[in-house]
């Protein structure tokens, strides 16, 4: 069995694994790009939100997966040490996995990885995809609470590469907190059908919480992370937050010919750091976009880059400033996409057109005032995830790849 989750933080980003792409252009034309045939489409094309064309084939550099992940907990105690653990398991080739969690200024967990076929003996087998498994962020505080000693464990392929879909990584707890649900292990059973990532994000977007809530990645570079978490915790103030650390170059891409490449002059490090923010904004709307600009004024002040599939509050000319925007509308033009929305239309949250459209209608503006009141708009967002049948995805998707894994570790044994 092979698998192409590759880790960011040994092999770069994941168009930095692509060795061609099949792509269809707005004038309907179907063509290759690679790094030797169309080389500017092949590197243009990452990150570039379909404004450039349609990928319909790729071709991926692969990693034999293996039965287990031999998973160590590492204690941590600032966000130094994080980084510290970090660049010691970048060192170790050997490693084949990598991220952490902050659960406060002062106490966080590095989890590095090995594949491996055989688990050692007094390896506890650990498991996060069954309704009754803990979810993967209170395992692991609970399993480094009080101790500052490395503890390890054998984890299933499967159950790892979904280790934090049950919980959405931890950003369910807040639907616990919203329906004035308990939360313990009963509720979290009893409910887990509903507490998939896939599920989750749907019920987001239609129940308008996404515009209510902080969803926020980020990457900084390693040098300026302390400054950083030292701000989210007087300006954010929610945690866990997500630790992943990420190679800026890779092995068969040129990062800077990326249409959507930082404009800079200074030389970007070859690692940084993703912070993961997520959890509840000010109340308000605008409070909520006020803290947003302020957050990606805070990121550009410290050298460090957004992730674009989170809402964008930049203006046109700041989006500008930081992108390639010369390159980019030189290659829209040369591929046939400058009738196509831009990469800033797709992901920018449109300010002027909200308060617009709620000055302009009244029936907008009882819409909103009606979805403001509780529980409405959260009963609606479950209805919709109910309808559209996602609550059923993820455990038929799941189980079915566990019975692929543990055919596959079956026919290993034999």
Request: with cysteine; hydrophobic share 35%; glycine share 6%.
């Amino acid at each position: 069995m092979r698998r192409s989750k590759l880790t960011i933080y040994r092999f770069g980003f994941f168009d930095r694994t692509i060795n061609w792409i099949e792509i269809v252009l707005p004038n309907g034309e179907k063509v290759t790009a690679s790094s030797t045939e169309r080389s500017d489409l092949f590197y243009g094309a990452a990150s570039s939100f379909g404004t450039l064309g349609v990928t319909t084939l790729l071709e991926v550099q692969l990693i034999d997966a293996k039965a287990y992940v031999e998973l160590t907990y590492h204690p941590v105690s600032s966000i130094s040490e994080a980084v510290e653990k970090m660049e010691d398991a970048t060192d170790d080739s050997s490693i084949d996995y990598l991220d952490g969690i902050m659960y406060s200024r002062d106490s966080g967990v590095v989890c590095s990885g090995r594949l491996t076929n055989d688990v050692k003996e007094g390896v506890k087998i650990q498991r996060f995809t069954r309704s009754t498994d803990r979810w993967f962020y209170l395992h692991a505080k609970k399993l480094i609470k009080g101790t500052a000693s490395p503890v390890t464990e054998a984890v299933p392929i499967v159950d790892y590469v979904f280790r934090y879909d049950r919980g959405g990584f931890w950003v369910a707890v807040y639907a616990f907190r919203y329906f004035i649900t308990p939360f313990n292990r009963i509720t979290r059973w009893v409910l887990d059908k509903f507490m998939h990532t896939r599920v989750m994000y749907h019920a987001l977007h239609q129940s308008g919480f996404s515009a209510q809530y902080i969803i926020q990645d980020v990457a900084i570079p390693y040098s300026r992370s302390d400054e950083f978490i030292e701000y989210l915790n007087h300006d954010f103030g929610y945690y866990p937050l997500w630790l992943c650390p990420l190679k800026y170059n890779g092995k068969s891409t040129d990062p800077t010919r990326n249409s959507m490449s930082i404009k800079t002059s200074r030389e970007m490090p070859e690692m940084m750091l993703n912070f993961g923010v997520w959890g509840p904004g000010p109340k308000g709307r605008d409070k909520f976009v006020e803290w947003n600009r302020d957050f990606e004024h805070k990121v550009r002040e410290l050298g460090g880059q957004k992730w674009l599939y989170a809402h964008a509050y930049y203006t046109e000319k700041e989006f500008n400033e930081i992108y390639d925007r010369k390159t980019y509308d030189a290659l829209r033009e040369k591929y046939h996409a400058t009738y196509l929305p831009s990469v800033y239309d797709k992901v920018k949250v449109d300010i002027e057109a909200e308060q617009k459209a709620l000055q302009e209608s009244w029936k907008l503006w009882l819409l909103a005032l009606f979805w403001s009141i509780w529980p409405l708009s959260g009963l609606y967002g479950v209805y919709k995830a109910m309808l559209g049948g996602d609550y059923l995805l993820p455990r038929n998707s799941k189980k079915e790849l566990s019975n692929k894994a543990e055919e596959s570790q079956s026919a290993d044994a034999r």
